[in-house]
C-alpha cells in the first residue's frame, strides 16, 4: 500500500523505513537536490523536501533509484538529472506509477516555482519562516578586539531585532572603509572617528558612523625596558603613519614629556613636522598600524593602537603608558550613508544604547575599555 502523505509538510523530516532506505543509492537520492541547490539556493529547503517525497514515495512504491549510467534499464517512470526511478516488480505498477509520479511532480513544480520567483524571496516562504527569519550583515573589522565584540556581544543583542552580524578581518584601516563603500560589508567596527571623517573625506567616501562603542587606547609598549625612565637618549619609536593615529601618538608622547607639540597647531591634526621639543632627541619611525606591534624586536618603544596591541595579545597592564581617550579617538559602528535610516542601522543604534549592552559589556574581555560618554551622561 501507498503510505499516507496527505499530511506531509515540507519542512518536516521524512521518515523512511531501514529496509527501502537501504536500497537508494546516494548517487541518484542526492542528484535532483543538488542539481535544484544550485539552480536556487536561496531556498535549499524545496530541494530537501523533493528529496524526502522521493524517498518516501519510493518507500511506499517499492522502487529504487538508480544512476542514470546503469545499462539495464527495465522501465523508466521518471528521469531527471543523472537518475531514473525504476519499477521493482510490483503487479500494480500503474496504479502505483500515477500516485508516485504526482506526488513527484507536484513537489517539482513547488520547488520550480519557487526558483522562478527571484523578486521576492519572502513569497516562497512560509509565514512561519517569513517571521523567524534572521537576516545576515557582514561587519568589516581589523585584528583586535572588535571582531569579537561584534560577534559575542553586539550580534546577540541583534538577534532579537531580526539581524545577525559575521565579521570579515581586513589587515589594514584602508579596506573596511573601502569595502564598505563599494558594498561589499554591510557596516564596519574598526575606527574612530577622527579617522573616519579626515578618510571618508580625503577618499570622497559616503560612510556614516552610528554610534560610539567601548574602545581600547593606544599604550606605549617595550620589550627592553621596564619603565619610561629607562629611556636612553636617541632611541628608536616607532609610530603610525596614518594622520589620526600620528597625531594621537605624538599627544601620547607630549603627555609623558618625551617630547613637545607647537601650541598654535591642533593637535587632532599634528604631524611629526609640529614637533617643538625633542629632549632626548627620539629617531622616530612611521609604520601601518599594523606593523606596530610586530617591530617591538627591533625598536626601544612602540606605540600601539589598541586593537593591533589586542591582536598582538599585547596586555594593557604591561604597557608603559596608556593614552586617556577623548570622545573623538573612541571607536564607532559604521555604515553606507545610503544605509543611515535603515531599519538595520535603527536595530543597531538602539543595541548600541541600549542597557543591554552596557551590562553585556561590564559582563564580557570588554570590561575595561574607555566607555563612550555618553553612557554616563
Request: glycine share 6%; proline share 3%; hydrophobic share 40%.
Amino acid at each position: 500500500m501507498i503510505r499516507r502523505v496527505s499530511q506531509f509538510r515540507l519542512d518536516q523530516r521524512a521518515r523512511i523505513g531501514e529496509k527501502e532506505h537501504s536500497r537508494l543509492t546516494e548517487d541518484g537520492l542526492g542528484a535532483f537536490g543538488r542539481e535544484q541547490k544550485q539552480a536556487c539556493s536561496g531556498i535549499a529547503r524545496y530541494s530537501k523536501a523533493v528529496d524526502k517525497l522521493i524517498r518516501l514515495a519510493a518507500c511506499a512504491n517499492e522502487l529504487k533509484v538508480v544512476p542514470r549510467t546503469r545499462l539495464f534499464r527495465p522501465f523508466s517512470m521518471m528521469e531527471k538529472g543523472r537518475f531514473f526511478i525504476i519499477k521493482r516488480g510490483n503487479k500494480k505498477m500503474k496504479q502505483l506509477k500515477k500516485g508516485v509520479v504526482g506526488l513527484v511532480a507536484a513537489a517539482v513544480l513547488i520547488t520550480l516555482a519557487a526558483c522562478g520567483n527571484t523578486s521576492s524571496t519572502g513569497d516562497t516562504q512560509s509565514g512561519e519562516n517569513s517571521v523567524n527569519a534572521v537576516e545576515e550583515k557582514v561587519v568589516g573589522v581589523a585584528p583586535g578586539p572588535y571582531g569579537d565584540m561584534v560577534t559575542e556581544v553586539i550580534s546577540p543583542l541583534l538577534e532579537e531585532k531580526g539581524y545577525q552580524l559575521t565579521t570579515k578581518v581586513f589587515n589594514d584601516y584602508i579596506q573596511p572603509n573601502n569595502a564598505l563603500a563599494n558594498g561589499q560589508i554591510d557596516a564596519n567596527l574598526f575606527q574612530h572617528t577622527a579617522y573616519l571623517e579626515k578618510f571618508s573625506a580625503d577618499n570622497q567616501l559616503s560612510i556614516t558612523a552610528l554610534q560610539k562603542v567601548p574602545t581600547l587606547g593606544m599604550g606605549i609598549y617595550s620589550k627592553q625596558l621596564s619603565s619610561l625612565d629607562e629611556l636612553a637618549d636617541e632611541a628608536t619609536v616607532s609610530i603610525a603613519n596614518d594622520a589620526s593615529n600620528l597625531a594621537r601618538t605624538l599627544q601620547l608622547l607630549a603627555a609623558n614629556e618625551l617630547i613637545t607639540i607647537a601650541d598654535n597647531i591642533d593637535e587632532t591634526k599634528a604631524t611629526v613636522n609640529d614637533i617643538e621639543g625633542n629632549p632626548k632627541n627620539l629617531t622616530f619611525k612611521e609604520l601601518d598600524a599594523a606593523q606596530l606591534a610586530r617591530s617591538l624586536d627591533t625598536v626601544d618603544l612602540a606605540l600601539v593602537p589598541g586593537n593591533f596591541a589586542w591582536a598582538a595579545s599585547l596586555d594593557p597592564a604591561d604597557a608603559l603608558a596608556l593614552e586617556s581617550l577623548k570622545e573623538e579617538y573612541k571607536n564607532v559602528f559604521v555604515v553606507s550613508s545610503e544605509e543611515e535610516d535603515s531599519d538595520f542601522a535603527k536595530a543597531v543604534t538602539e543595541v548600541l544604547e541600549s542597557d543591554a549592552f552596557k551590562e553585556a559589556i561590564a559582563e564580557s574581555p570588554f570590561s575595561n575599555f574607555d566607555q563612550p560618554k555618553f553612557w554616563t551622561e
